[in-house]
């Protein structure tokens, strides 16, 4: 059975809304006795309002009859012809299960596409709120949140357009009929817009047990069964976005806490793994768990949650695809930076011993992998979908930089990490200068949030006053730029680094720092 599997438009449907095909399809779809047409608004308020009172685990638990049976609610006034050919989505990508609500008839790709809200009531005449297309009716304060969120908050937070960022696309679709991610994402345009608003310092604290809104979610989760397969996806992606929440604010012990709890939850389930059962909703979530993994301070201490090689083949093996909304194209070197990470522990163990006859062939292993690690870095290349679909959608040229900065810095990591290479070193210094060059060349565009591991590694390899002092304006200026507050963490570590390494001779690991302040910093974000 396959949970949150949205059906599709019954075969013949075309695109296009000219063609005979499209005009057949509809007509079909229009007589199929499963297709109800309300005339009034009045009897689809009452069905509006028999499913408000229902948990998406009432919906879930009869999927065979929502897969086989499914009645969809249509608007005489409501146009078609923007619905995706069947087994497509969002630009006509194959990922299933996107398309069409079962409840609600409405093409969250449209939505998607928009760029900004609120919309017009007559893009969605079935919606009792006059601006958003979700069953849940909203306040005017409610709807300003969920604006501030969709225009301000997680359009940045990704990077990438919003017509093709799967994580966002994911969260719509799914707050349409579940009242606690609608909150989940109320809470964060809150959260974000509230501290927009508010000339006061921002506080270092816990920000989603702030809000109203992810008290009354997290209120719902505790009330809901979770060795339920059905309310997996929902949990999981309630913590997903609670954890991104924290991460946006520069929290740097909560967001960690909705992380474990995701690894639990896993576990109970089957473990990382389950996600594949999934489809399209679970390739989300199995993207965004491994990049927030890899990226995490205490990764580099007790290794990532599971192997680099279980997050390949779920995020990168089979199944429909999708373009990751916080990796982007760098995907294949975020694994590879993984593999580092965990060969760092491993290297630990071994670190502080004298190399001798019992155990040479182990020092020998680290170096041997670190020398594997470095030619994967070199030899990777952007995934060719990653690339066919940021060319049509994006400026491919600042991917591109992307992706040739996370190569630079992440040798550089391996070099310091491993091979144990001080910032001094000529080989170092002159990758530096081009990892510079990288990052003032992307600083201004949509990409400047994925910069904060790059900032960091930079910070870390930077000996000359001139470039540590250049490296705090660039912080301090997508600080100020973009408003989300974890780059100033970022800051407070290097200006420790750098009281400890005033001279660039001595390798000192970030992560040590952040374990010193009794932090957890996630350099995702």
């Known amino acids: 059975m396959k949970w949150l599997q949205n059906p599709e438009l019954p075969q013949g449907c075309d695109s296009d809304p000219a063609s005979e095909g499209f005009n ?9 006795p499963n297709v109800e047409i309300y005339n009034n608004t009045e009897d689809l308020n009452v069905q509006m309002e028999e499913f408000d009172n229902a948990t998406i ?17 249509v608007s005489p006034g409501m146009n078609l012809s923007g619905l995706n050919p069947p087994g497509t989505g969002m630009n006509g990508l194959p990922v299933s299960g996107m398309n069409l609500s079962p409840l609600i008839g409405f093409d969250v790709s449209q939505f998607m596409e ?23 009716r909203l306040s005017p304060l409610e709807i300003a949140y969920f604006d501030y969120f969709h225009n301000n908050v997680c359009s940045r937070f990704s990077i990438v357009p919003n ?3 799967t994580f966002l696309q994911a969260l719509v679709q799914l707050s349409i009929t579940d009242l606690a991610v609608l909150y989940c994402l109320l809470g964060w345009g809150q959260i974000m817009k509230d501290r927009h608003l508010s000339r006061t310092p921002h506080s270092s604290n ?9 008290r009354k979610l997290l209120s719902i989760l505790a009330k809901r069964d979770k060795t339920n397969p059905s309310e997996l996806v929902l949990f999981l992606f309630c913590y997903a976005t609670l954890m991104c929440i924290e991460i946006s604010v520069g929290d740097t012990d909560e967001w960690s806490w909705y992380l474990t709890r995701s690894y639990n939850l896993l576990n109970t389930m089957g473990g990382y793994k389950v996600l594949s059962k ?5 390739k989300v979530l199995a993207q965004n768990f491994a990049y927030f993994d890899i990226l995490a301070s205490q990764s580099n201490v007790n290794g990532t949650y599971y192997p680099v090689e279980d997050y390949n083949e779920i995020c990168c093996v089979g199944g429909s695809y999708s373009i990751d909304s916080m990796q982007g194209c760098i995907r294949p070197l975020i694994f590879i930076l993984g593999d580092v990470i965990n060969l760092i522990v491993q290297s630990k163990n071994i670190a502080s011993s004298e190399v001798n006859d019992e155990n040479w062939h182990l020092h020998n292993d680290v170096l041997v992998k670190a020398k594997e690690l470095e030619d994967r870095i070199d030899n990777a290349c952007i995934d060719a979908s990653d690339f066919k679909v940021l060319s049509e959608n994006d400026v491919i040229e600042n991917h591109y930089t992307l992706f040739a900065l996370y190569q630079m810095v992440i040798q550089l990591y391996l070099k310091h990490s491993l091979r144990r290479l001080p910032p001094v070193v000529p080989e170092i210094q002159l990758t530096l200068r081009k990892v510079n060059e990288c990052l003032l060349s992307l600083i201004d565009t949509s990409l400047a949030l994925s910069l904060s591991f790059p900032l960091l590694i930079a910070g870390i390899s930077a000996v000359r006053q001139s470039d540590r002092d ?23 570590v290097l200006k420790e680094v750098w009281k400890i390494n005033a001279e660039g001779s001595l390798c000192v690991d970030w992560y040590k720092i952040t374990k010193k ?6 350099a995702g974000r």
């Open 24 to 32: 057949n399809a509809t007509i079909e779809f229009f007589n199929d």
């Open 206 to 214: 816990s920000c989603t047990s702030e809000s109203e809104f992810t």
């Open 163 to 165: 017509k093709i960022n």
């Open 114 to 136: 928009s760029e900004a809200l609120p919309l017009s009531p007559e893009q969605f005449p079935l919606v009792p709120s006059p601006s958003l297309p979700i069953s849940h």
């Open 57 to 73: 685990g009432d919906y879930n638990n009869s999927a065979n009859q929502v897969c086989n049976n499914t009645k969809y609610i």
């Open 278 to 282: 999934y489809s399209h909703e679970g």
């Open 517 to 522: 302040f009794g932090w957890r910093l996630n």
């Open 470 to 492: 250049e490296i705090l304006r660039k912080i301090n200026y997508i600080v100020e730029k973009q408003e989300f507050d974890n780059l100033t963490k970022v800051r407070r």
